[in-house]
């Protein structure tokens, strides 16, 4: 196949694009997993004296062989079109500056800060000694760009399609802009649109601010977002602003517990505010600190279900003061080959406790919240296993009695990679158990959300109590085709669900088996691309018991230990 490739320099060109050999390339090959801060600890103390920005393009040079070039017209065109990250920007979001000595945890934070930009795809600092100085350095931050502009398409049929065409990082200023497209012939209004516009660090203040424009057959939506967060360890204030107004809405929010069949008009406003506190740690890059937070939220609606004070609860007006007291610790490991397909990730570990209280004035009453929820994550370094556990508890106490309460249990774990020919392959677990405590008698909790059985649409099978286990293992390959990363996997997911009366394990059962394979090409801002092929055994009678489906899916996150305004512990 090659040498009839290699005859034409058009289709030599396309061979080389889409067939590489895995002998030149090493997309399987692990890092070696250490503290995120282990690099610099050599330079405690030392002042830096420059800091100097390189960016390079998404195609041909890499952060460890900066001599590689663009090997096709293809690649060599797309780093033409693609709009290289500014180097005054990038110095502008860190939060270190020249004359600052060097603290080991910071640096390592600021370098975490880059990475996790959603168009770069690595990021590190290098720490260059200043000849003929004993206390002096250099830094330099080095970064590789993805290349920034994406596409997706879903088809559900001949009769309706859905395309969005994004640029994460337009002028190179990390400016985001989305625009998707939805046709639908069977429904009364055939055309949508959603734009989603965002501004990264308005004026070096670290504000970011989004503008959401949507107008579509499920609901039009108007919206404006401004946050500042907790983004690393020598953060002192952070704080937010929403406002939207939403009409002809079948839900208030993404997951909501309810089926309603009425259009929502409702107006909706939030803005929360905190400050952080250092507070010393008898670990040596334990960074520890203390947070207080708080947050007034509210929502008025226009067009809603019928209302009373005991009537569709779930709809009435309202207004919430929370107050939070957080105390976290966390540190960082970096790895590879967990989440993604190559690329730098850092493992959080570590511990949050938070105590939320607050006070919500309804429609027609008044009641007052309490919420505890502990956080916790190891990272056994000579196994190189991670698990993170959760527990949280949390309701309204009304003039009568406790109501619309929920306790969360989960347990979460990822193994070490092992070998296999040339496949690196990782198990995953995600045991999570959710309980409605004298919830409103229209809500509930269904298996078809995140958290509960992957591609199972059966909406009618809900309750006020799950258990839901997932389980998953990766195999990533060595081969590539256009760039793109093959991971094949396969998965299996159960769940139990139904009324809060009795035992869980007695409750209705359900399970689906599956595998697929997933494509991502990391110099791209692209969504993973995935084909899923499932088998239900244990599905109700009208539901079919096969079910395939070509997705793009956004990069798994890990559970972070960050505090941010003070939240309801959601059911769900």
């Not at 709009?83 to 004359?99: M, P, V």
Request: hydrophobic fraction near 35%.
């Amino acid at each position: 196949m090659q040498q009839g490739a290699g005859k034409r320099k058009f289709t030599k060109e396309l061979y080389n694009l889409f067939f590489i050999s895995p002998d030149k390339l090493n997309p399987t090959d692990t890092i070696k997993t250490e503290r995120s801060e282990t690099a610099f600890v050599q330079y405690r103390g030392k002042t830096i004296r420059n800091i100097t920005v390189r960016v390079l393009k998404p195609f041909g040079p890499t952060l460890y062989d900066t001599t590689q070039v663009a090997a096709t017209w293809i690649e060599t065109t797309g780093n033409k079109l693609h709009n290289t990250s500014r180097k005054n920007h990038l110095r502008k979001l860190l939060r270190i500056n020249e004359g600052d000595d060097v603290d080991p945890y910071n640096l390592a934070d600021n370098e975490r800060l880059i990475r996790e930009l959603s168009y770069i795809k690595d990021a590190y600092f290098r720490v260059v000694p200043v000849l003929g100085s004993q206390t002096l350095v250099d830094l330099q931050l080095w970064v590789k760009d993805q290349f920034s502009w994406g596409a997706n398409m879903k088809l559900g049929s001949l009769t309706s399609t859905d395309f969005e065409i994004y640029n994460r990082n337009l002028y190179g200023l990390g400016h985001e802009f989305s625009n998707s497209f939805e046709f639908d012939s069977n429904k009364d209004q055939k055309y949508g649109y959603t734009g989603r516009y965002k501004i990264r660090n308005i004026r070096k203040s670290y504000i970011d601010a989004t503008f959401t424009y949507q107008n579509t057959y499920e609901k039009s939506v108007i919206q404006i977002d401004l946050d500042r967060s907790f983004a690393t360890y020598n953060t002192k204030y952070a704080g937010g602003f929403t406002l939207s107004q939403t009409m002809r809405s079948d839900e208030i929010q993404k997951d909501d517990p309810i089926i309603n069949e009425i259009p929502l008009d409702f107006n909706y406003g939030n803005i929360w505010f905190g400050r952080s506190y250092k507070i010393k740690s008898g670990k040596q890059f334990a960074r520890r600190k203390l947070y207080i937070t708080g947050r007034i939220s509210g929502r008025e609606f226009f067009e809603r279900p019928e209302v009373g004070p005991t009537l569709n609860q779930f709809f009435h007006n309202n207004i919430l003061y929370l107050a939070s007291l957080s105390l976290s610790q966390i540190q960082y490991y970096k790895s590879n080959l967990i989440y993604n397909f190559g690329r730098t990730e850092d493992i959080p570990y570590g511990s949050l406790a938070q105590l939320t209280m607050g006070y919500e004035d309804r429609e027609y009453s008044y009641r007052r919240y309490l919420g505890f929820d502990f956080q916790k994550a190891v990272y056994l370094q000579k196994s190189r296993t991670y698990f993170f556990n959760r527990v949280a508890l949390g309701g309204y106490f009304n003039s009568e009695r406790f109501e619309q309460g929920v306790l969360l249990g989960q347990t979460k774990f990822f193994s070490r990679i092992r070998n296999l020919g040339s496949l690196r392959l990782r198990n995953f677990a995600d045991l999570q158990y959710t309980l409605g405590i004298r919830r409103f008698p229209e809500e509930f909790i269904s298996l078809i959300t995140d958290t509960g059985i992957r591609g199972f649409s059966k909406e009618d099978v809900t309750g006020t109590q799950k258990l839901v286990l997932n389980l998953e293992t990766v195999a990533f390959t060595p081969y590539t085709l256009g760039g793109f990363r093959f991971a094949f996997y396969s998965f299996a997911d159960m769940g139990f669900i139904g009324s809060n009366k009795k035992n869980i394990l007695k409750e209705k059962f359900y399970y689906g088996v599956g595998f697929g394979i997933r494509l991502r090409n990391e110099n791209l801002v692209f969504k993973t691309i995935q084909l899923r092929l499932a088998f239900y055994p244990k599905a109700p009678s009208d539901f079919n018991q096969f079910e395939y489906q070509l997705s793009g899916e956004e990069r798994p996150k890990f559970n972070n230990f960050r505090v941010s305004q003070p939240e309801v512990i959601p059911f769900e």
